[in-house]
C-alpha cells in the first residue's frame, strides 16, 4: 500500500512520512524512490520530505543501523514499544509497567541513531491512555536513555510529554553556568572549572550548549 498512500499525501507544506514496521534497508530505499519520483513530478524541494522510521520488529530493531543508514532523508526513529504490540508479539518479552523488557531494544535503537548523527530520536507509543502516571515515568525513562520526544497518542499525553522532554528550568541554569564558567575559564587559559562540586571541561561544554540551544528551538516553535 506504500505507493498509493504516499501517492494520496505527497503535497506542498508535507514535511515527513512515518514509515511503519520497517525491517530491512530496502523498505527505507523503497521509500525513497517513491519520494523521489514524487517530489519531482510534483514540483517539490528535491528531498524535502523526512522519513521517520518505526522499528517494531526484532529484525527491524537487530538492523537498526542499516536500516537508519539507508537513506539520507532518515530524521528520526522510533522502536515499537506499545503493549501487545508487534514487538512484544515478535520478541515473546512479558510487559510490566516498569518496561524493563523494552531497555535493551530502546538502548539499541537509540544509540544506531545517534551513531548516524540523528538528532531527534523519539520513543514509540505508550497504550494505556488513562495511566497518566504510568505514562510519565515511561517519558522519564526514554529521556533519561537520550530521547528527545515521543509518539502521543490521545490529547492527554501531549503536556506531560512536553514538559518532560523539554529541558527544565534547573537544568538550563545549570547548563548557562557550565558554559559562562568554561568561558571564563578558557580566558585564563584552563580547559577545565569545578561547578556545582562536579569537573566540567570541553565535552561538558558541547552538551550543555546543545541543551540551550534545544530549549530556544522548543520556545521559537512552541
Not at 506499545?82 to 516498569?98: I, N, Q
Amino acid at each position: 500500500l506504500l505507493e498509493g498512500d504516499l501517492e494520496a499525501i505527497v503535497a506542498p507544506g508535507l514535511v515527513g512520512i512515518q514509515l511503519p514496521k520497517s525491517s530491512a534497508p530496502e523498505h527505507v530505499r523503497r521509500a525513497d524512490e517513491l519520494l523521489t519520483r514524487l517530489e519531482s513530478e510534483r514540483g517539490l524541494e528535491p528531498g524535502g520530505i523526512e522519513i521517520l522510521v518505526s522499528l517494531e520488529s526484532a529484525r527491524g530493531v537487530f538492523h537498526a543501523h542499516d536500516i537508519l543508514g539507508a537513506s539520507p532523508r532518515v530524521g528520526s526513529v522510533m522502536p515499537g514499544t506499545a503493549e501487545h504490540g508487534d514487538l512484544m508479539r515478535d520478541v515473546g518479552f512479558v510487559y510490566t509497567p516498569d518496561e524493563t523488557a523494552l531497555l535493551y531494544a530502546r538502548s539499541h535503537v537509540l544509540l544506531a541513531a545517534r551513531a548516524l548523527g540523528i538528532d531527534n530520536p523519539i520513543d514509540g507509543v505508550y497504550s494505556d491512555v488513562r495511566n497518566e502516571d504510568g505514562f510519565v515515568e515511561c517519558c522519564k525513562i526514554a529521556r533519561m536513555i537520550g530521547y528527545r520526544g515521543k509518539k502521543v497518542i490521545h490529547p492527554s499525553q501531549i503536556e506531560p510529554a512536553n514538559r518532560i522532554f523539554a529541558p527544565s528550568p534547573e537544568e538550563l541554569d545549570f547548563y548557562q553556568r557550565v558554559v559562562e564558567a568554561l568561558d571564563e575559564a578558557a580566558a585564563r587559559g584552563s580547559a577545565a572549572v569545578v561547578v556545582d562540586g562536579s569537573m566540567v571541561d570541553t565535552a561538558t561544554a558541547f552538551t550543555a550548549r546543545r541543551m540551550i540551544e534545544w530549549a530556544e528551538a522548543l520556545e521559537r516553535n512552541r
